[in-house]
T-cell receptor
Framework: GENVEQHPSTLSVQEGDSAVIKCTYS??????FPWYKQELGKRPQLIID?????GEKKDQRIAVTLNKTAKHFSLHITETQPEDSAVYFC????????FGTGTRLLVSP | DTEVTQTPKHLVMGMTNKKSLKCEQH?????MYWYKQKAKKPPELMFV???????INESVPSRFSPECPNSSLLNLHLHALQPEDSALYLC??????????????FGDGTRLSIL
């Protein structure tokens, strides 16, 4: 079955810096890759997603890149703000959605 | 309005109790999901309903019994749970049945504690 690894587990940045979170997946048949943000005590919220026929997607300060050959995908957040602080989960999907282990992002003012 | 509503928000029950978790969406979505999330862990899939029929059961113990009465409602019936079943139970929905490769919208979850 699918296995998704996510790094780093914790990421601390200063406000205004960029943050990058990386994931690798094992099942080459996976074709949908969403990213979720989960604030403490709240629901996971979809922030961006990408399909396997696309290499990069951007939405304002957030971008995701996908390398199908290497089975890597990454989340890039630019100009980070304190409200970006949360746990971020990547996920990969073919027959079911499998989540990575999560990255706790802390943005300090 | 992209909203999935779950009740109750919190539930404390004994190991011999029977209770139910409820999930509702009015977005016309045809796929609904139950996930279990332990503290500081990612959500783990339990069940998938597609067009009101159970399509995936991730080998969940029979003390968890899902039910989809109609396209807007999803229940999770609980009976004889164990302390290790304490977790946040998340419901999600997505627009199309037949595929999980699409955005899933989560509810706020039910935080379940088993005494």
């Amino acid at each position: 079955g699918e296995n998704v690894e996510q790094h780093p587990s914790t990421l601390s940045v200063q406000e205004g810096d960029s943050a990058v979170i990386k994931c690798t997946y094992s099942d080459s048949a996976s074709n949908y890759f969403p990213w979720y943000k989960q604030e403490l005590g709240k629901r996971p919220q979809l922030i961006i997603d990408i399909r396997s026929n696309v290499g990069e997607k951007k939405d304002q300060r957030i971008a995701v890149t996908l390398n199908k050959t290497a089975k890597h995908f990454s989340l890039h957040i630019t100009e980070t703000q304190p409200e970006d602080s949360a746990v971020y989960f990547c996920a990969a999907s073919f027959q079911k959605l499998v989540f990575g282990t999560g990255t706790r992002l802390l943005v300090s003012p | 309005d992209t909203e999935v509503t779950q009740t109750p928000k919190h539930l404390v029950m004994g190991m011999t109790n029977k209770k139910s978790l409820k999930c509702e969406q009015h977005m016309g979505h045809r796929a609904m999901y139950w996930y279990k999330q332990k503290a500081k862990k990612p959500p783990e899939l339990m069940f998938v309903y597609s067009y009101e029929k159970l399509s995936i059961n991730e080998s969940v113990p029979s003390r968890f019994s899902p039910e989809c009465p109609n396209s807007s409602l999803l229940n999770l019936h609980l009976h004889a749970l164990q302390p290790e079943d304490s977790a946040l139970y998340l419901c999600a929905s997505s627009q199309e049945g037949g595929t999980v490769n699409q955005p899933q919208h989560f509810g706020d979850g039910t935080r379940l504690s088993i005494l």
